[in-house]
């Protein structure tokens, strides 16, 4: 049974940093290309990023580039995503997913379409 669980989320003001984690289990899924998405009131949910497992090639969203960092450890198997700079429009359920069935993230990855397995979300506030 393939889980991930997501942790890290909260209330943050303006320019302030959160990491959020993913722990990832479940038999098949290692070697799967993974990512954050998130979604926020009455918005789609959307990409944030992706990360290629083995090359470590990451992706962003434009509209977090420079400010988030995609990570992943290997040996305890958890997903990371270092938010800086948060900002009242970052306010979302932010959610980690499997993308596709291979290890690099294709050029569509940040379509809702691509992920395969969710996790429950967590909540990231910003707000003063």
């Known amino acids: 049974q393939v889980q991930l669980v997501e942790s890290g989320g909260g209330l943050v003001q303006p320019g302030g940093s959160l990491r959020l984690s993913c722990a990832v289990s479940?038999?098949?899924?290692?070697?799967?290309?993974v990512g954050w998405f998130r979604q926020a009131p009455g918005k789609e949910r959307e990409g944030v990023s992706c990360f290629s497992m083995g090359t470590d090639l990451t992706y962003y969203a434009d509209s977090v580039k420079g400010r988030f960092t995609i990570s992943r450890d290997y040996a305890e198997k958890i997903l990371y995503l270092q938010m800086n700079n948060l900002q009242p429009e970052d306010t979302a359920v932010y959610y980690c997913?499997?993308?596709?069935?291979?290890?690099?993230?294709?050029?569509?990855?940040?379509?809702?379409?691509?992920?395969?397995?969710w996790g429950q979300g967590t909540q990231v506030t910003v707000s003063s």
């Open positions: 479940g038999s098949g899924v290692d070697w799967y290309a």
């Open positions: 997913a499997t993308i596709g069935y291979s290890a690099l993230c294709h050029e569509t990855w940040y379509l809702d379409s691509s992920a395969g397995y």
